[in-house]
């Protein structure tokens, strides 16, 4: 007879394995993730955290997750599989976490594993190149040391250290973890509340300082972008709510889960989960208000993880065996309603508007992208540099400066090397685009921008002449605040008034 030890243990090796096996089996590489990886190229080869090496824009909403990728890139001279690899690693240990410091018997550590792997947004963004795993890590990590007895050395260090890194790697998926946060901080508040605090803001506030002064603006690019493509807050909330609605087409078991998880919590049937639900709540009201995402179940991955912690916590000695298997056995239904499964991979060609609602215009990222970037069809697409910047040794990077705009750029600035000057019409890498209206017909995560007459031109090296005002007012700022020399008075100057309203007239919005 194996004890209660043995049996968990048991559990964290196979689930491991199947969380490994299912990862290498839908393994891909989304094209926006280049982005994040070309940064990381530039700046181990002395370019500087830029994406075109002419101008300091922050590509990118995740440094945290920014730093860690450059680290091991700075090793291995290699995007793809060190990648892949370190979101692996990172999946399967976010399962042993679940299995074995989480779940509170057997039967709720397998119910809370079948979770993870039958969800299709969790699988999708286990891979994918996104900071998706990292917030994983991250979010696990948070409830391990919460739900461990949250001692004063945890609450006063541990707790608001994962919740800083969190927001530095998904500032959204913060809204998981801050309700339980401060639930912690208010128990130990004899122990005092200004450290625990200081620990939480001391390293946002440290980015937030460095993005200043080496980016000349507080936000991302991308998010400054969303700020000011025009849409309304009416229809980025009905989008929101589409999304939801999409997701629950697609992936039927990772809303339904989720809404389960917020029930049971509030019921009290899973221990100690009340601040893990309004959590939940808080998350899904905040993926309402943005809109959601042009990229099917990528926002709601990080709630799934959070809904698995919630099964993973529920007592079932009180559930019959019927009851147990009923459970599970709705789980296993769920996923088997999802019109995809999770582990197919295009391995033909076929139509790509297959991947794309004709309703809603979101994107199945994953299925679009497989035949491209997934790992089971490297022997015919080879999408990773080698050292010496060659693409699967087939095509050389650019040589010739030059001035290109791409809807998707993130493999084409990747393999084009520094010397090329890529704008994205979704406005994520350029300052002046990011900050224009987007076009009517725009969908919300994909905001295109058409491109001021001229602009190419100028950025090629022609004299900035511009016949919109706006567009001219703009650039003259892009350029005090991205390419001025960093410790220009002058620069500071022009730094406050773009950031704080104070010299000049107010863009439109």
């Not at 042993?96 to 119910?111: E, H, I």
């Not at 608001?160 to 890194?165: H, Q």
């Not at 087939?394 to 493999?411: F, Y």
């Not at 511009?466 to 002058?490: C, E, H, K, M």
Request: hydrophobic share 50%.
């Amino acid at each position: 007879m194996t004890r209660p030890g043995q049996d968990r243990r048991l559990v964290a090796l196979v689930a491991c394995t199947i969380v490994g096996a299912v990862a290498l089996r839908t393994a891909w590489m989304a094209d926006e993730a280049f982005l994040t990886f070309r940064v990381a190229d530039n700046f181990v080869h002395g370019f500087g955290l830029r994406w075109n090496v002419a101008e300091r824009v922050q590509v990118f909403t995740h440094p945290a997750w920014l730093a860690l990728v450059s680290a091991f890139y700075a090793i291995t001279h290699e995007a793809y599989f060190t990648v892949l690899a370190v979101s692996i690693a990172f999946a399967i240990a976010v399962m042993y976490l679940l299995v074995t410091r989480l779940a509170v018997d057997t039967p709720s550590a397998v119910g809370a594993a079948a979770v993870l792997v039958l969800s299709k947004a969790f699988v999708d963004y286990t891979t994918s190149g996104f900071e998706t795993p990292l917030t994983y890590a991250l979010i696990a990590g948070f409830w391990a040391l919460y739900f461990g007895g949250p001692h004063a050395r945890a609450v006063r260090l541990w707790l608001p250290l994962a919740a800083a890194l969190l927001v530095l790697t998904d500032a959204a998926a913060a809204a998981l973890v801050i309700p339980a946060l401060a639930v912690a901080i208010w128990r130990t508040r004899a122990q005092g509340v200004a450290r625990p605090i200081v620990i939480a803001l001391a390293p946002i506030l440290v980015w937030e300082a460095f993005a200043f002064f080496y980016y000349g603006a507080l936000l991302p690019n991308p998010t400054i972008a969303r700020l000011y493509a025009g849409l309304s807050t009416a229809e980025r909330t009905r989008h929101g709510i589409v999304y939801l609605l999409d997701s629950i087409n697609l992936d039927p078991l990772t809303l339904t889960v989720v809404g389960a998880a917020i029930a049971l919590a509030l019921a009290g049937t899973a221990r100690g989960t009340r601040a893990l639900a309004v959590g939940l709540v808080l998350y899904l009201l905040l993926v309402i208000r943005m809109g959601g995402d042009a990229m099917t179940g990528r926002l709601l991955a990080p709630a799934l993880l959070c809904a698995a912690v919630v099964v993973s916590r529920v007592d079932t000695d009180a559930l019959t065996p019927a009851m147990r298997v009923q459970a599970l056995s709705a789980i296993v239904g769920l996923e088997l309603m999802s019109p995809r499964p999770i582990t197919h991979v295009r391995r033909y060609p076929d139509s790509p508007q297959r991947y794309v609602s004709d309703v809603t215009g979101i994107v199945d990222a994953r299925h679009l992208s497989s035949l491209g970037t997934a790992l089971v069809n490297l022997r015919r697409n080879v999408p990773w540099p080698t050292e010496d910047g060659v693409p699967g040794g087939r095509t050389p990077r650019e040589s010739e400066p030059r001035v290109v705009v791409s809807d998707r750029p993130g493999l084409q600035g990747f393999f084009g090397g520094p010397s090329l000057h890529l704008i994205h019409t979704g406005a994520a890498t350029d300052p002046v685009l990011a900050r224009l209206p987007a076009k009517p017909a725009s969908q919300v995560g994909v905001e295109r921008r058409p491109i001021p007459d001229g602009y190419v031109k100028v950025l090629a090296g022609a004299p900035a002449s511009f016949t919109d005002p706006t567009v001219a007012l703009l650039y003259g700022r892009a350029v005090a605040a991205t390419r001025d020399p960093i410790w220009s008075w002058r620069r500071f100057r022009r730094l406050v008034q773009i950031n704080f309203g104070r010299g000049g007239p107010e863009v439109p919005r």
